[in-house]
C-alpha cells in the first residue's frame, strides 16, 4: 500500500532522525529474538527424530509411553532414561544400561557400539524461565559457559528468565498502554470538542478517578480474585487512561473554534468525523509527547508491582522479580547488573522511538 505524501513526510523525518531510526532496527530485532523465546530458551528439545517419526515438544504435549517409557505423564527429556529410550529407538535395554552400551548380542549388534536410533534438537538454551539448573553449588550460581548470566536464588538461569521477561514486559506494555491510549484520547476529544457540562462532569469524574490510590486497589483485588496477568492488564488500564485526558482536551479546546472546523460544521460533516478526521491529526503531536511517559511508567510500575511482591506470581518471569532476586542477593553482582542494563537498554529504546515519531508528526520539525 502506498503512503500518502503526509505520511511519506513523516516517514522520512524519522529516517533522518538516526537515533530513532537505529533504535527502532535495535529494538525490532531484541522484540523479535523475545517472540521466539519459546524456541531460544526451553527445557524441550525444539524437535525429536524417534522410531522414523518426527515429534515436536515445544508445540505438543507428549506423555513418556511415546517413547517407549512408563508414565503418560509428560515425558523429561533430560532424563537421562527418556534420553536412551529416544536414541535407542525404545529398546528395553535403557532401563538396566541407560548409556545404551550392552547390548544383547542375539540383535546382531556389536557389544560395546551404542545404538543411534533416534536423535533431538535442543534450543540454544536448555533451560526455560522457570527450569532449575543442576549445577553444584550453592545459589545463586556465577556465570559460566553452561548459565551466561548466571543464576538466581531458586537456581533458575537469569538469561532465559530476561530473554521470557522482555517478551512478557513489552507484551503488558503493548496492551496497557495501547488500550489506555485509545480511551484515553477519546475521553479527551469529547470533553474537549463538547465543552460546557460535558466537559465540567468529565472533570469532576476524572479528579474523583485519580484520587483513588491504584496501587491499594491492585493489591486488594489480587488478594480476593489472586494474582493473574489479564487482572493485573485490566486493573493498569483502569488507572492509566487518565493520563492523556488532559493534553487531548486543551487541544481539541484550542481548535474547537478554528475556522476548519467551523467550516467542516457549516458544510454538515458529522461530529465524529470532525473530531477524529480533523481535529485529532492537530493534536498527534501533544499526544505522542506524552506517550514515552506512559511507556516507561508502565514499565516501571509492573516492575514495582513485581518487586514489591504484589504483581505476578513469582514463577513468571518478571523483570521486577529479578531485580528482587538482586536486592535479596548482593553478593552476586551479576543479578543487579543484569537488571541493570535489561532496564536501561529496553527503556531508553523505547524513549528514543517515540522521540522520533513525535518529531516526526510535528510539521515544524525537519532533519537534515
Known sequence: MALSPLNKRRWNNFRRNKRAYWSLWLFAILFGLSL??????????????????????????YPETAFGGDFQTEAVY???????????????????????????????????????KGWTIWPPIPYSYNTAVERPGAAPLPPNGQNLLGTDGTKRDVLARVIHGFRLSIFFTILVTGTATLIGIVAGAIQGFFGGLTDLIFQRIIEIWQAIPALFVIIIMFAILGRSFWLLVGLSILFAWTGLVGVVRAEFLRARNLEYVRAARALGVSNVTIMFRHMLPNAMVATLTMLPFIITATISSLAVLDYLGFGLPSSAPSLGELTLQAKQNLQAPWLAFTAFFTFAIMLS?????????????DPRKTFQ
Not at 349 to 361: H, K, M, Q, S, T
Open 36 to 61: 521466539c523465546a519459546d524456541v531460544i530458551a526451553n527445557d524441550k528439545p525444539i524437535l525429536v527424530r524417534y522410531q522414523g517419526a518426527n515429534y515436536y515438544p515445544i508445540l505438543q504435549f
Open 349 to 361: 529504546l523505547l524513549v528514543f522511538i517515540f522521540e522520533g515519531i513525535r518529531d516526526a508528526f
Open 78 to 116: 533430560r532424563d537421562p532414561e527418556v534420553e536412551c529410550l529416544i536414541v535407542s529407538g525404545g529398546l528395553d535395554i535403557c532401563f538396566d544400561d541407560p548409556e545404551g552400551i550392552i547390548e544383547d548380542s542375539g540383535d546382531g549388534v556389536v557389544e560395546g557400539e551404542p545404538i543411534t
